[in-house]
């Protein structure tokens, strides 16, 4: 496994990340000896780096990260997220200094660490000052118990902003960035990976196989045994069908699998770093594995890049992107109706 740099952070990590959402009964394997299995094929693999968040079965994905990691901490660039509900007090969410000192301290326990190598914000937050969040993080760096921090879903606007609040109040500025990248969903390299070359961030991209869309297991007119494919509506977008129809044929003639062709596509960008697998099973673990070799020719590029133009998302928005305020709620975009004439 070659290794690469985390932004400018000084730390190596492996091209393929660990992505732990799977691990925990919610929406994962409930098996924690099972999930400990396959972190443990990972690592051994040469993956030095997971990722995690607290709302991952709200807890229960840091638990079995935490119960793996014993005896093997100091190996693993140790990544996890706050921001998401994990109540429903409203104050238990959100990018607040409240609410990020208290998710930090339940990570830790149940991480069973004393720091976190990277600390993420797993979504923006409208509703609080950027100065606040980074105020509240650049005081846990400094207390010893998160290494570096990181964003995740960020438009590029936001991040610009955050670097420069970062410079001018002297707070610690964001390291890395946690975008969805895949065939089908390549927007951010319009804005969020230049923006994050721009500043020597780290990029860390989840999604490579765009949900599942990109394993083979969905093809228009036939039936799937893939049990998202039922609750997110892109799933059934005719475009990415279409897309996906043309990616089959390119991967055959290439001779590459599905999931192959989509982790090595994804990786291939000079502004991404790692990106995340999410095995559920140690089959889904074993398939990935086995194309960590491959490295996809100018020409297959060329030929994605027919298929999925650079700098765009094919079809409808994906369900767990994050939209922005302006984009959400019509009234932003909208003037009052009789304001709306020229005259």
């Given at each position: 496994?070659?290794?690469?740099?985390?932004?400018?952070?000084g730390?190596k990590?492996?091209?393929?990340?660990?992505g732990a959402?799977?691990f925990?009964?919610?929406?994962?394997?409930?098996d924690?000896?099972d999930?400990?299995?396959?972190i443990h094929?990972?690592?051994?693999?040469?993956?030095?780096?997971?990722d995690?968040?607290?709302?991952?079965?709200?807890g229960?994905?840091?638990?079995?990260?935490?119960?793996?990691?014993k005896?093997?901490?100091?190996d693993?660039?140790?990544?996890?997220k706050?921001?998401?509900?994990?109540g429903?007090?409203?104050n238990?969410?959100g990018?607040?200094?409240?609410?990020l000192m208290?998710?930090?301290?339940?990570?830790?326990r149940?991480?069973q660490?004393?720091?976190?190598?990277?600390?993420q914000?797993?979504r923006?937050?409208p509703?609080?000052?950027?100065e606040?969040?980074?105020?509240?993080l650049?005081?846990l760096i400094?207390?010893?118990?998160?290494?570096a921090?990181?964003?995740?879903?960020?438009?590029?606007?936001d991040?610009?902003?955050?670097?420069?609040?970062?410079?001018?109040?002297?707070?610690e500025?964001?390291?890395?960035?946690?975008?969805?990248?895949?065939?089908?969903n390549?927007?951010?390299e319009?804005?969020?990976?230049?923006?994050?070359?721009r500043?020597?961030?780290?990029?860390?991209?989840?999604s490579?196989?765009?949900?599942?869309m990109?394993t083979g297991?969905i093809?228009?007119?036939?039936?799937t045994?893939?049990h998202?494919?039922?609750?997110f509506?892109?799933?059934?977008?005719?475009?990415?069908l279409?897309?996906?129809?043309?990616?089959?044929p390119?991967?055959?003639?290439a001779?590459?699998?599905?999931?192959?062709?989509?982790?090595?596509?994804a990786?291939a960008h000079p502004?991404?770093?790692?990106?995340?697998?999410?095995?559920?099973?140690m089959e889904?673990?074993?398939?990935?594995?086995?194309?960590?070799?491959i490295?996809?020719?100018?020409?297959?590029?060329d030929?994605?890049?027919?298929?999925?133009?650079p700098?765009t998302?094919?079809?409808?928005?994906d369900?767990?992107?994050y939209l922005?305020?302006?984009?959400?709620d019509?009234?932003?975009?909208?003037?009052?109706?009789?304001?709306?004439?020229?005259?």
């Open positions: 496994m070659r290794y690469r740099p985390l932004g400018r952070t730390i990590v492996s091209p393929y990340a660990l959402m799977m925990g009964a919610s929406i994962g394997n409930p924690h000896d999930s400990i299995r396959i094929k990972a690592l051994d693999a040469g993956i030095n780096f997971i995690t968040a607290d709302a991952y079965s709200r229960e994905s840091e638990l079995v990260v935490g119960k793996a990691l005896g093997r901490r100091d693993v660039v140790l990544a996890t706050a921001h998401l509900p994990m429903d007090d409203p238990r969410r990018n607040s200094r409240r609410w208290i998710a930090v301290e339940d990570s830790l149940r991480l660490t004393d720091h976190i190598d990277l600390y914000i797993h923006p937050d509703d609080t000052d950027i606040e969040t980074l105020s509240a650049t005081d400094r207390s010893g118990k998160v290494r921090i990181g964003s995740s879903a960020m438009p590029a606007s991040m610009v902003e955050a670097q420069w609040v970062a410079e001018r109040r002297g707070l500025r964001f390291r890395t960035e946690q975008p969805t990248y895949s065939i089908l390549r927007g951010i319009a804005e969020v990976l230049p923006v994050a070359q500043y020597g961030m780290g990029t860390l991209v989840w490579p196989l765009a949900k599942g990109l297991r093809r228009r007119g036939q039936e045994d893939l998202r494919a039922s609750i509506v892109n799933f059934r977008d005719e475009r990415r279409d897309a996906v129809e043309q990616i089959v390119l991967a055959e003639e001779g590459l699998r599905m999931t192959h062709l989509a982790m090595a596509f990786i502004g991404v770093t790692s990106a995340l697998l999410g095995p559920r099973t889904h673990l074993d398939d990935l594995l086995a194309g960590v070799d490295a996809l020719t100018d020409d297959i590029l030929r994605i890049d027919k298929i999925v133009p700098g998302d094919v079809g409808a928005p369900q767990s992107t922005p305020p302006a984009v959400q019509p009234t932003l975009r909208r003037r009052p109706v009789g304001e709306r004439g020229a005259a």
